[in-house]
């Protein structure tokens, strides 16, 4: 059997802040701009594709975050066996949408890694690394933003108050969790 | 320490708090609360450095950033050393070690010194005049001017505090603690809006707090005491944020604001350790106040530079608030009424005043009347034309005023002191003002520059602002703040205010002497040691604009960056030019405010975050295989495999030679890689790259070159058809990022039109390449439901596949020109993957080969690098690759381009195989080649691209380009060297199984 | 020339309290007309004005400059001289300025603080290798004095640098040109005005060029802020200004003005003697007469006239000098500032005729015209006094754009500073 | 750091952007129709204004989309932000 080998894989705590890498969930990246794309979609996964910019919409087990006027990015709440990954997900939307030419299905789970960040002190780590104005965000649950981080390109979803699942591309993220190890250790 | 300089009654020193320090290595004292100045001061020490150019022995001018005398190297340790620190800002600590600067052997006995001596040769500029006979000598004179120049000592160690960053988003971030900026603060915070109060000392509350005296009093209190219970209320405000010991040093466009953060300088030696020392505050404020004040100016007279000379506010603030007296018999100068606010304080606190000399006629100013209750002797419509003591003021010479007061008339008055203080009055800190893009406005009456336009949302309140009464500070600035926030803050409304009004103004720049100019030194740049005279030695040459003035005399240019000289500069040149100071215009203001620490711009960003680090998902593996690494891009990737004390080239052929021989295992996983979709992908692919795409069978793969619109190559790699409209794309590693970003460009910008969708794969997938004779054999193995027959999986091709229940795509496709597969499959697997390949080659002896070999491999192919062997010169055309340019395609990115009179031109450089007459003599990549090595000028037809020993062909190949280089195989040609010339073929660029046989192998 | 400087005239000087120095240059008022005018007050000007004068004979010339002389590029640069290019035209543009320098202080008696304390560039990965090598043989094939260093050496030479393995771009080596160094920019600009002024030629400041006047294809004379004056012959140096004057005859060059950043640090004692570059972590340092570390930054990628960049590039640059020396970790930034750089797409300079007879542009120097400020004024001055161009400077007309035969110093990773 | 209104994502800070050169400056539909001097226009000439720019910019860390904004190149001033596509807002 092949081994499953994450990027981090790690849990940290540190004053007033927790991170944990969230493995695996299936992430699809979703490109389109016909009106049927937005409502395939729909239908298929009965949630909302979020049009409304910098926003989310989410179900129990799935999320869509937007990511820009005909891109959005679907990932799970439940994590995948590490065994197998023929992902119903992908595929029933990848026949649904890309097969017929309505938009792009991609398969990205391995491309993003996700770290849960949870804490009082999450804002404060983030304002060590990034010039996006938190203040509204921070208060806005499902809200999403693109930025960078240290640097580093990030995608940041609100998940919660004081948590969010920060994403970051697999190459980058030893690095980036490295910085923010070091960062939160002054928090 | 000298008891006597002290006061007891103080309310801001904790005079029970001891702390020692040393200053030149003598042990001294000084309270919790001290800055260095005010210990060194309380110890009776005025003389702390030399002057720059003369060295002339120099004290303590100013308490805060605008010193220019008082700067000190703090700290011995070869790392954590500070050089030109100001002792009016140092925070006193327990173990500070500080000492004077550019002296030596010694401050009180300074060779140096004898530059004073030869002043009467070295006036302004001097150096542009001297030293250039003999012509070969100025590197002789250079070297003992660099060694007197500089003033204190860099560290020779790395510093080992650490440096931090934050962002900040804020509505109304206000600069200055002081009464316009409490007032401000208090008026924002109470309206719900997000505020951000900085100040650069410890406490809040500016000069006003320490302001207790019987003409400034709001509601029948002292103006210190009202304004204790304003900053009490402030602690109490939610939204309001307080950061004192924070300095803004640059306010840019876009309210972009940095502010530096001092946490542990005024912390004890051993309190330091392992805290950040300094943080800068990366700000967005919606709207800014500027609040920072006003520096008092010198006056401009014969030697106005010895220690002991203060300005006479500072003097105040050493009295009032540290509690330090600075002298015995002290005796003032000014031009203005504060310097009476001074007299009254130090004769409250038992200082006897000599004098105060003003050049003024008398004056019935409520603060003037005071002083004289107090009894205090004034000098009107008087001068100090001269000083004496060498390293402290002993005695001023007083003479009175002519009428004009354009010179001195009557007999000289000699006073003894031991201090002089000196007021001339009050310059506005416009400087964030201006650095922002603010333009200023000239105040004739008191010889001010003001804030005027700016197009950011910002105002200046305050004395910043021209504000210098009591009654008009608080007035005006709870007034604009209002207007400025649009709310209405009552609080200040029906103050009763009593404020002594000034009523007489008189300002001289330059102060008249019965000497004649050119015997005296009025100095304007004390650290700079630049004179009245240097100006208009300026002047008379010819420079004119104040900033050639400036560079011609330094002027303004030392690490005070002029806050104390530049007004008098400006005042001179009018004068001396006759025009209006206002037409005149300032010096440009430039960032920092304050000199900024390097390692507090760079933050964390240092060591191991100099820049971001990215690793393939099989990176552990080369690690514990003993990997070296190359860095490509931001990327580390396996460069070759060193067997226990292998040298690198043995490494590299021996990877070279396996690959060839039986097998080898590359970790390829860094190309990039983009998922293309769309009902236009194939007409895309037909625009992006020289070929034609629209017939690529589904399941075959096909190389592609990428050009700019100049026509020369940009990127190139191997696309899969993996269904109708969708193809997999991979990239250069160093171009993924451009590609993708150049791509997106087109279909966003010129092609709209296309139904086609870019998505970045690159981390999603691990790419193991296995190439070699085995290869097949291995992949067999590893995956074993794959038929690998020629026939059904012939070279170019791919295949889905599945090893254990993880999905993957082998590609049939070669760099190396060996029979060969590259297994793409989520990251997650790689590493795995990658051993199990491993595994199953061991029988094979397969052998992870890296970066070095793979160049090696590809070389012997003749397979180009783009960016080794193209330089971003080099069209297709001039590869000899002229198959791969479509000639049916109407366009492509860069077609037009290969059309030009220049790049049809027959004999452009072109890339070619070289061989050497020896062997065993391998060229340096870089290396000019010639055909005529006696020619002069020597003529360079080419140069070496790419060179290697082959193990596989037992000799020494190389790629070049070279003029005209295709009309030119199987010409012999030179490679000159420093210390030989190298004999070369040129030849075809494939050296090896020309017929690739070896890709069925 | 009168009033002949030397360390004696300081010393006659001293004498009546240096009330007798005379005008470094005079201040006339622009006559009606001139047989040429030079538009750009800058060092490349003004030396293009004196060079006209003194080996072409054309006094009766004009400079006419915006604000005051030297206040552009000239006074705003890192002031490194090199003339290590890649290409046989940039190598023999450059070595012709370098050769020149050599001897400026004498040719103008004025002390331009030439100071041949060489050059460094630092290679950082493999390519950077290849590409500075591949530089250093073209180098010494031209007769230009570059030598390669390996890492020892680089360490030797300037002991200050770190050249650990393991930092993030360990230095591989590096080229060295000894012949190379800085001088003090001011002086150049003041010592060419005093020279050509002496020569005849009026400069005139404050004056503002608003329009170029012309008759078919030949220019007739230029409109300033203090009025209309004659000439047949127009030269535009105005670096980042290029594009401006050039819209006045609707020309349009190849060119982008870019915001180009530089700081110095407060001065201290001698601790780094040698200039030092690296293009691939972007940093640039040497250390002034006066103790100031001297430090370039990089451009902005966008076009702004404002004199001012981002903060980003500053900390780049910074974060970059850390790295290579973290021993000035605790030193301070003085002051930062900003100049306007026009940029050509091969990162080379157009010194060219117009198709407007009588114009002339000597512009695109991007980052790194300081050092070729005598040769580009002396073959400038070639160019307009014959209408034709040197040999020198043949290969940088305006028409390689559309040729193709581009002198790309992009190529060889040879950032222009 | 400027401050740039993307379109799409709102206010952000200048370091998410990267700068694209002078805008609509159109792709000739029919490069192979120019003379040289037609294509070095487009590839290489530039009004390089000093006052109002029309010019193009990237959200590059944020939507990935390319869009026009009109800046004032004497004191960096940006006036309008516009999609690819419309017509500048201001003359």
Redesign the interface.
Known sequence: MLNYKSSINETKKYSEINMSEFEPVVKINLRGKKRDFITKIGKSLSIIIPTEPNTSSSNENLNILWLSPDEWMLYTNEKVHKLENNYNLEEKLFSEISKVNLGSVTNVSDHWSIINIRGKNTYELLSSGCPFNFNKFKNTKGAVTQTILNHVDVIIHNKDINEINLFVRRSFSKHLWSWMNDSARFL | MNKNLRITNNKFIDQTSRISFKFDGKTLYGFKGDTLASALLANNIHLVGRSFKYHRPRGIMACGSEEPNAIVQVGNDASMTEPNTRATEIELYEGLEASSQNCWPSVNFDIGAINNFFSPLIPAAFYYKTFMWPANFWKLYEYFIRKSAGLGKSPTKPDKDIYDHRYLHCDVLIVGGGISGIIAAKTAAKNNLNTVLIDDKNILGGTTLFQENECFKINNSYSNEWLKKEIETLNSLKNLTIKTRTSVAAYHSYNYILARENLTDHLDLNEKKDKIRQRLWKIRAKKVIIATGAIERPLIFNNNDRPGIILSSSIKKYIDYYGVKCGQKISLFTNNDSAYETAISLSNSGVSVNSVVDIRDKTNSLIVKQAEKLGIKIHWKSTVVNTNGYKRINSIEIMKLSDDSSAVVGKKIKEECDCLGMSGGWTPRVHLFTQSGGKLKFREEDNVFLPDKSNLEQISIGSCNGDFELYEVIKNSASSTNKFLNVKNIDYENLEIISSKEMDKKNIWLLPSDKPLGKTKPFLDFQNDSTANDVKLALREGFKSIEHVKRYTTTGMATDQGKLSNMHALGIISETAGVKMGELGTTTFRPPYTPLTFGTIVGRNVGEFFDIIRKTPIHDWHLENKAEFENVGQWKRAWYYPKENESMYDAVQRESKAARDSAGILDASTLGKIDIQGTDASEFLNRVYTNAWSKLEIGKCRYGLMLNEDGMVYDDGVTARLSENHYIMTTTTGGAANVMTKLEDYLQTEWPELDVYLTSVTDHYATISVCGPNSKKIVSKVIPDLDLSDSNFPHMSFKNAKIDKIKCRVMRISFTGEHSYEINIQSSYGKSVWEKCFEAGKEFNITPYGTEAMHLLRAEKGFIIAGQDTDGTITPVDLQMNWIISKKKYDFIGKRSLYRSDTIREDRKQLVGILTEDPKEVLEEGAQIVADTNKKPIEMLGHITSSYFSPNLKKSIALAVVKNGKKLKGKKMFVPMENKTINITITDTIFLDKENKRLNA | MKNKYSIFSLIKNAFSDHENWQRAWRDPEPKKEYDAIIIGGGGHGLATAFYLAKKHNMTNIAVVEKGWIGGGNTGRNTTIIRSNYLWDASAGLYNHALKIWEGLSQELNYNVMFSQRGVMNLAHNLQDVRDLKRRTHANRLNGIDAVWLNTEEVKKFCPIINTSPDIRYPVLGGTLQRRAGTARHDAVAWGYARGASAMGVDIIQNCEVKGIKRNGNNVEGIETTKGFIKTKKIGVVTAGHSSVIANMVDLKLPLESKPLQALVSEPVKPIIDTVVMSNAVHAYVSQSDKGELVIGAGTDAYVSYTQRGSHDVVEGTLKAILELYPIFSRMKMLRQWGGIVDICPDASPIISKTHIKGLYFNCGWGTGGFKATPGSGDLFAHTIANDEPHKLNADFNINRFVSGDLVDEHGAAAVAH | ???INCP?????????F?????AHI???K???E?S??Q???F????????GI?F??W?H???????FNIV?D?????IHAVYK??EKPPIK
Not at chain 4, 43 to 50: A, E, G, Q, T, V
Not at chain 4, 60 to 66: D, I, L, N, S
């Open positions: 750091m400027f401050l799409y994502c709102g206010e952000r800070d200048q370091s998410e990267s700068a694209g050169g002078e159109v792709r000739p029919q490069p192979t120019l040289d001097d294509w070095a226009e590839l290489f000439m530039r009004k390089n204004i000093k720019q010019e193009r990237n590059a860390h944020g939507c990935r989309k390319w800046r190149t004497r004191n960096d001033k690819m596509g």
